[in-house]
């Protein structure tokens, strides 16, 4: 069953807040046999004393063994299956850059190419042209007009840019025209199922009106498209948890994926201090506050684990005042591993620890990862978090008489 | 979501070995209160030194509290949902034997019998006959035509022989004719299901036939079926994970299951050491190697507490050869429990290990169930394992973006 059928019918409105601190990539790993992670490295009074008063455990951001990417990784802690909801790779890509997707939305990631005088693609970055050049290349694709169909264009990084197409009858199940070579020529964007037909045609539209539009550039001549994706379908926080939540993220991709479920994104925060004071302004509009810090995730992804400590004791340093506005329930997880040693995502579990005065607390008055393994909590799927939190804050009645 | 959507979309090849040693009903009790299991008695100081490299836990082999036979056990363990997934018992009879059945064959176990002259059996395995003498009246049914199947029957061990159909429109859903009692007749084969009225009446036609040829048999002068079961469609190892898998198995059962799912069976060993001198000789030529041991079963299943603590320390003491050629990662593990106390298979979650240099190594240094309990792996379902196995050796890629 999915857990929303349960939370709809047993959420219970109250004055409680609910905070959750997302640290990208908390869980890590010791950089030689008996040594720490960075998490165990980092001196953190402030997670320590939570630990004291609450309850720890790891999270399994999806199942065991599966390293998620940041968009399963933050729908488990959300709440939604990882493997029920999926974001396809054009919507995370328009998400990511705060576009607003509309539900029948379709969104395609696009490269800036390069093609020689038979048409085909000498190039498949456009020598990785920059973002000051591409640009207005991607701005003056904005000109492209087709009948009965809305198109947004948005320049992302050097050669990528999105596009999105919005009107009635469009699906996104249409397969790339990058042929990930070079020597030959595009592919057609083809429909791989009837309902992306239209899309499939408003694509080669498309294309055929950027190629005019492009054809006198040196580098960026013509363009690729993959990743076509409509906007997932997902419930918002508001109609499965009765919560009214807020985004308090630095990041575009965190505020993007915290809008797909219906968050309110608010300020414009750029360090965690300023997170913090945009919490504290909001405390009384909202019932549920996701903030999420970007910093354990680069650092590890960088193979830098001193850095990934440092970076979790600045994390450490903020809570107290976050403790200070009394939450009901306060939850620090990460939405995966990162750990340092292995500079990327991994499918180790995240230690995991929730704070309320009714969370029947572990013994335990550190928190990291080996502790975590024998805390209270023990070792749980990310997608059950969300009841925790609503159950610790009152929101959540009995399940049958 | 089937695992294997996963596993087949997110494989990565490398050149990393996986090791799976499987120590058959592995987990034990005590069989005095306070005292330790068969695993906690054994001097294992192999087992205990890869215990403080690595992390262990708990498997669950299908569900808590469901214990299982040999094939859910191993199922199970090499990805594959127990309770998806379902071999019967002629399929296993077969598999056992080293029969390669196709898709659409159906195999059934056969028992020979002794019946009167009225046809009731008196005997239901034909007085436990030897294998000496029964094979090559088993080898005597070959001569059975059955227009439109081809049909095998291959000896087993005493009483028993496996036939298998092979032909159109054969399905293994047909009741046995083996009565559980003597005095009485055996019964017809009877489908119980549309799809399986063909293959009732070739076995009718068999049963008939051989009754003929063994007429003037004294003790083997009839037999009965049971266990009609069509081929399990598995997926292959190579498809699902993309490795190259070996089977270095003694018993004919754990040789069939593995070639189930695409394993080959490598090497003719009949013990433990010479199956290590195996996974030796074909190191270079796969990825992944399923090394059985029996004997922690089948001492357990005789309720010899003593001499499965014997089998144990044998199993440790073959650790170094493997240790030695240095898998990216060796698993210890068993496809269920098999307490001497209780003399079967058990529902216990199994004491499982896991070494590799990204493990995440939990704070034990003795393997076995009491700190398994507090291991960093905690408990988790058996048809993860090979996720785990997968992430460590470097094989998957992660999911969504």
Redesign the interface.
């Known amino acids: 069953m999915d857990m929303h059928t349960l939370t709809r019918e047993l959420q219970v409105k109250n004055s409680s807040k609910i905070v959750m601190l997302v640290a990208d990539g908390l869980g890590g ?2 950089m030689t ?2 040594g720490k ?1 960075e998490l165990e490295t980092a001196k953190t009074p402030n997670l320590d004393a939570l630990a004291t008063r609450g309850v720890q455990g ?1 999270s399994i951001p ?12 933050h729908l488990g802690l959300f709440g939604f299956d ?3 909801y ?2 396809g ?1 054009g919507a ?1 890509e328009a998400t990511g850059i705060g576009f607003q997707m509309k539900p029948g939305d379709v969104a395609i990631r696009c490269n800036f190419c390069t093609i020689d005088n038979s048409g085909k693609i000498t190039d498949r970055r456009a020598g990785r042209i920059s973002s000051e050049e591409s640009a207005p290349l991607a701005i003056s694709l904005r000109q492209i007009k087709i009948p009965g169909v809305e198109i947004f264009v948005e320049p992302v990084k050097e050669h990528r840019f999105v596009v999105v197409f919005r009107g009635e009858g469009l699906s996104g199940n249409v397969k790339d025209t990058d042929p990930q070579a070079v020597g030959v020529l595009p592919l057609d964007p083809v429909a791989a199922d009837a309902a992306s037909q239209k899309t499939a045609q408003v694509a080669k539209e498309f294309l055929k009106q950027a190629k005019e539009i492009l054809k006198s550039e040196k580098k960026a001549n013509f363009h690729t498209m993959r990743g076509f994706a409509a906007r997932p379908d997902l419930p918002s926080y508001e109609e499965v948890y009765g919560l009214r939540a807020a985004a308090i993220a630095v990041y575009p991709m965190y505020r993007g994926l915290a809008s797909l479920v219906g968050m309110d994104i608010v300020g414009t925060a750029t360090t965690l201090q300023e997170q913090v004071q945009v919490l504290k302004e909001k405390w009384n509009d909202y019932d549920f506050f996701f903030l999420h810090y970007k910093y354990t995730d680069s650092t590890g992804e960088d193979g830098n684990f001193d850095e990934k400590v440092k970076r979790t004791e600045e994390l450490d340093s903020c809570l107290p005042a976050i403790t200070a506005l009394n939450p009901e329930v306060l939850i620090v997880t990460g939405d995966h591993s990162t ?1 340092a ?2 500079k ?6 995240v230690p995991t620890l929730l704070v309320s005065d009714c969370c029947r607390p572990d013994p335990h008055t550190t928190f990291g ?2 502790s975590a ?2 805390g209270g909590l ?2 749980f799927e990310a997608q059950y978090l969300m009841l925790l939190a609503l159950s610790n804050a009152g929101r959540m009645g009995k399940y049958g008489a």
Do not use: N
């Open positions: 790993l010791p046999p008996g992670t790891l999806v199942k065991p063994g599966i390293a998620p990417g940041s968009g399963p990784g990882p493997l029920r999926q974001i790779r995370l750990p040693y292995l990327s995502h991994s499918w180790h579990p990862e080996t393994i024998t023990g070792q």
